[in-house]
């Protein structure tokens, strides 16, 4: 399991769906979405601590594997992004070059 997100902020639950392998992000309904637009969003450590919890119990119900915490950060148009770069990748669901035909200025968005 990874270590949990450390210091203050915001944070999101993140696991690997059991079934498929992608990588999801923990609901305020308790679902797992591929969108992390659709994360449950903890502002408090306690809160964190409960999603984690949450998470961990599903995972324990066999449905993700290696769920974690995960911090974010306000971008610059308001909306809450990772922290780190290997989540931010992890969360845009594509790969990280410039597939043919694609618009290179996309990859970037």
């Known amino acids: 399991m990874k270590k949990d997100a450390k210091g203050a ?19 305020v309904d308790g ?10 969003v903890a502002e408090t450590k ?3 601590e409960a999603l984690l919890a949450q998470g961990e119990a599903d995972s324990a119900r066999n449905l993700v594997v290696d ?10 148009d308001g909306r ?5 770069l290997r989540e931010a990748i992890r969360a845009a669901r594509r790969p ?6 694609e618009d290179p200025s996309v990859i970037a968005a």
Not at 13 to 23: F, H, I, K, Y
Not at 67 to 76: N, R
């Open 9 to 27: 902020g915001p944070k999101v639950v993140t696991a690997n769906a059991l079934d498929s392998g992608l990588v999801v992000f923990r609901t």
């Open 31 to 40: 679902r797992w979405s591929t969108d992390i637009a659709e994360a449950e």
């Open 46 to 48: 306690e809160a964190a």
């Open 67 to 76: 769920v974690y915490l995960v911090a974010m950060t306000e971008s610059d």
């Open 80 to 84: 809450l992004v990772p922290v780190l």
């Open 96 to 101: 990280t070059i410039v597939m043919p035909g």
